[in-house]
């Protein structure tokens, strides 16, 4: 556990900014955690409509609550059974190597910066781990990042071995001196090209970088391994506003199709965008306007923000270019947020009808957000995580629900996995979940805020924000569950 005067120095750092409540470690060294082990669950009566996944079982990889959220995870394709996970705050990251039974967790922070989060992470088709995560000391205006932030940067960490050990120096992807004006780096997401096409080990993030008058989104790649990154590329058409609110290019997502093709989607205001590389993420084409949504940014009762943004992934099972291409999304076009997935069976050219991932039934009133998808590279079903509340009448209290499409995303069955129904009290879960697939095992990863042990404190004797007691009872834990479905024809 962080000592307090460390936290009192973050904080410090923070002064001025309004993000503070949002994105201040409450650990900043967080204990190792060798063979926490996998546990299975059992469905709460306000899911008992849903069927368990096959083969449930779930760890918490965070044994006391903290400042955690903003989860990723990655499966080694050459390895299945060896998984990555990363979390915040600051950066972390956990590996098993036997399928999800038991995981390793360690700090691996930026050592330059006070705070490091944000995180992605991916294998290469080497193997290799990555965890990319964004750092900086003070964030700018409230929604207005651009805006007196200081030096800020994206950074990445490698494991050589499949995220057992982390090399000890951090590669800057993308670093801002302090500089009047500097702009901001935010939300990074790090893809491979694991394909057998002709930019075989690529490696390329994606990103938005705010300043004071506008949102861009930015791509680099690398060709080494990740020792050297190019310079950023702006791959938008055009600015999006300068706010973290509609109207921002935000959300950047991407997946690599088996001919080495990099497709990338992200938001912009009312609608969701793509754009292509053929060529190894050097150059994009025009990114062109696929899916109109409601406003991706919204209000759901008792959390402190959230999104819908997208996700893409491509089946590449099917020729050379790969088959159908799928993303998903979350919006309130039926007055409750739902989650959702469109199709493409041209590669991105035409796609298809918006079809409700979650089951219950339309305008019941229940919100299901937070999704992330990952394509099975094997079997080509398609796997979405997001929380769920339409097992409380009140609509405030969420599990976390699997849902699963093996037809090609025109229906999806829903699955129970994390069955304990939990109220975020107002807390911040992160911006997304995550989740990957390889061969019918399926990897998820999420925040969960516990119940604190003799309940709340009443209104006026909340513990200050630099003490262990108060992330006691505000803090938040990261979760992995795992579901198997070899040998299921679900």
């Not at 059992?42 to 449930?56: C, D, I, T």
């Not at 705070?115 to 409230?142: E, M, P, R």
């Not at 938005?208 to 590329?233: A, M």
Request: charged share 20%; glycine share 12%; hydrophobic share 35%.
């Amino acid at each position: 556990m962080a000592d307090v005067k460390d936290l009192g120095e973050v904080r410090r750092a923070f002064a001025g900014s309004a993000w503070i409540a949002m994105f201040v470690a409450a650990v900043l060294c967080g204990p190792r955690i060798c063979g926490a082990q996998a546990q299975t669950t059992e469905p709460a009566a306000g899911q008992a409509a849903l069927p368990m996944a096959p083969g449930a079982a779930l760890t918490m990889v965070t044994p006391e609550p903290g400042y955690f959220t903003e989860p990723g995870i990655a499966i080694d394709p050459n390895h299945p059974d060896n998984v990555v996970a990363v979390y915040q705050d600051n950066a972390h990251a956990a590996y098993s190597t036997d399928a999800g039974k038991t995981w390793t967790a360690e700090n691996v922070e930026s050592k330059e910066y006070r705070v490091s989060g944000d995180v992605s992470t991916t294998f290469d088709n080497q193997g290799h781990a990555f965890i990319c995560y964004i750092a900086f000391d003070k964030l700018g205006t409230f929604n207005y990042w651009g805006h007196n932030a200081n030096h800020n940067g994206i950074y990445i960490r490698r494991s050589m071995d499949g995220g057992k050990t982390w090399e000890e120096n951090e590669i800057a992807v993308s670093a801002q001196p302090q500089q009047e004006g500097v702009p901001f780096e935010d939300k990074p997401y790090i893809v491979a090209d694991d394909s057998h096409g002709p930019y075989a080990g690529n490696l390329y993030i994606g990103w938005t970088r705010w300043t004071v008058k506008d949102s861009e989104l930015l791509f680099v790649r690398s060709t080494d391994d990740g020792k050297t990154w190019s310079k950023p590329i702006e791959i938008d058409n055009a600015p999006g506003l300068p706010r973290d609110d509609n109207g921002a290019l935000e959300g950047f997502a991407a997946t690599v199709g088996p001919d080495g093709t990099v497709c990338a989607v992200w938001s912009d205001g009312d609608h969701m965008v793509l754009t292509e590389s053929h060529d190894g993420g050097q150059t994009f084409s025009r990114a062109r306007s696929i899916i109109e949504t409601a406003p991706i940014m919204f209000k759901v009762d008792a959390v402190a923000r959230s999104n819908g943004f997208p996700q893409i992934g491509i089946d590449p099972r099917g020729g050379k270019k790969g088959g159908r291409m799928y993303v998903t999304w979350s919006d309130y076009r039926n007055g409750d947020v739902d989650v959702f997935c469109s199709t493409s069976e041209d590669h991105g050219k035409n796609w298809g009808p918006a079809v409700r991932v979650n089951t219950d039934a339309a305008h019941d009133g229940a919100d299901q957000f937070f999704q992330w998808m990952a394509v099975d590279a094997v079997d080509g079903s398609v796997n979405v995580v997001f929380y769920d509340r339409r097992g409380d009448p009140e609509n405030r209290k969420q599990t976390v629900t699997l849902a699963r499409s093996t037809d090609g995303g025109k229906t999806f069955a829903n699955y129970a996995w994390d069955a304990q129904a939990f109220d975020a009290q107002e807390v911040f879960l992160g911006d997304y979940t995550g989740i990957a697939a390889l061969g019918g095992r399926v990897y998820g990863i999420w925040t969960v805020k516990p119940a604190p042990a003799g309940g709340s404190p009443r209104p006026g004797q909340m513990p200050a924000r630099t003490s262990a007691e108060y992330w006691r009872l505000r803090g938040t834990q990261i979760q992995i569950g795992v579901a198997d479905f070899k040998g299921s024809d679900k």
